[in-house]
């Protein structure tokens, strides 16, 4: 069983996902490579409608129409490969395997029932032998997560405020032990000493159950927190990835970079924070060819317009762009395009 094991590592290849639209159906996520090593945490970050939220429903096999999985493969360890998982295989896997917690979470609570009975029936529908045990793994979660724990079960969704359901949605998430947790902005609902307190549980909760762990955010505040690797999106495709640390100390892919310097507290010097100029794109303006930052990126080549910038790994890092393709010569053309020194 699932959950008598280690935590899995995952592979997803070639990913591509698209909605259907009035323009005929475009990728919101576009040939994703991305491997999430067991026993991480990995944050995914990027502005809003860089295909987060779709790459986490992806995980799970769980994108809705009109949106589909087009291409590629989500490898779970022990699982095998989601993309191909169907019916009851697919429902078992979802909460067993994959705890997840979607963005909407604290809207996702069934209305009709309290909190307690809806853990028994996400218990029973998955063969749990020992529902006490599971209402007190619930109580218990929900303590440490500042909650009143019996209270809470006690309850109906209406009782409770946006920041409790929240913390209601990361206690199912990880009540039924699953290994692999997908957490879709889970601190957006609460206040800052709140979601200081959660991201300390998650990432305690992570390493005592021995999870692999995905982040989604658009707050690079929380990726630096509670991440030990980190994945940048943008348009559809994972521009940047690697350890948190080195990635937040010397960005690579103009994008990040940008991200980066619009952030006061992270650069420092609120003086020094410059916004991103421009809009990220919306699915009907995502670039079919090329690189898909080009338009907002201080470093455009020709190359840029036609080329998709190949994938550039260095260590334990990689980056998708023309610039970094010639390591030693791309991180000086962009120390001198952005007027910084890189670390
Ligand atoms: N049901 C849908 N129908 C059509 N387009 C969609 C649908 N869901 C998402 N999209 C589009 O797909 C792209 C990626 O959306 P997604 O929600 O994955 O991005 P995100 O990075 O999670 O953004 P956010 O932080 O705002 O949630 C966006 O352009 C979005 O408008």
């Given at each position: 069983m699932a959950s008598e094991q280690g935590p899995p590592g995952v592979r997803v290849r070639g990913l591509t996902v698209v909605y259907r639209t009035p323009a005929g159906e475009l990728p919101a996520v576009s040939g994703v490579d991305l491997d999430l090593a067991p026993g991480t945490?990995?944050?995914?970050?990027?502005e809003s409608g860089s295909g987060k939220s779709t790459l986490?429903?992806?995980?799970?096999?769980?994108v809705q129409p009109p949106g589909r999985i087009a291409a590629g493969s989500v490898e779970i360890e022990g699982l095998g490969d989601v993309v191909a998982l169907g019916g009851e295989a697919l429902r078992r896997a979802r909460g067993r395997h994959v705890g997840y917690v979607f963005q909407a979470a604290q809207n996702s609570l069934n209305p009709l029932k309290t909190v307690g009975k809806q853990v028994l029936d996400l218990g029973r529908s998955h063969g749990v032998?020992?529902?006490?045990?599971?209402?007190?793994?619930?109580r218990g979660l929900l303590g440490r997560m500042g909650l009143d724990g019996a209270r809470v079960l006690d309850s109906y969704q209406h009782e409770l405020s946006g920041g409790m359901r929240q913390r209601v949605g990361i206690m199912l998430a990880l009540v039924l032990n699953a290994r692999l947790v997908v957490l879709d902005e889970p601190?957006?609902?609460?206040?800052?000493?709140?979601?200081?307190?959660?991201?300390?549980?998650v990432r305690e909760v992570h390493a005592e159950r021995g999870l692999t762990t995905l982040v989604i955010t658009h707050d690079l505040g929380v990726v630096a927190e509670v991440a030990d690797r980190l994945a940048?999106?943008?348009g559809g495709r994972v521009v940047?990835?690697?350890p948190t640390r080195e990635v937040l100390a010397g960005p690579r892919h103009p994008y990040t970079r940008g991200l980066l310097g619009a952030i006061p507290r992270l650069v420092g010097d609120i003086g020094e924070a410059r916004a991103l100029p421009g809009r990220p794109p919306t699915l009907a303006d995502v670039p079919a060819g090329g690189c898909v930052f080009r338009d907002r990126c201080p470093l455009r080549m020709d190359v840029c317009e036609t080329g998709r910038p190949p994938i550039v790994t260095w260590g334990s890092r990689s980056a998708a762009c023309h610039a970094v393709r010639d390591d030693e010569g791309a991180r000086r053309a962009v120390a001198a395009a952005t007027g910084e020194d890189q670390p």
């Open positions: 945490i990995t944050g995914v970050v990027g986490a429903l992806s995980l799970l096999n769980a032998e020992d529902p006490r045990g599971l209402l007190a793994d619930a601190t957006t609902a609460l206040d800052m000493i709140t979601q200081a307190t959660i991201l300390r549980i940048v999106m943008y940047e990835h690697g």
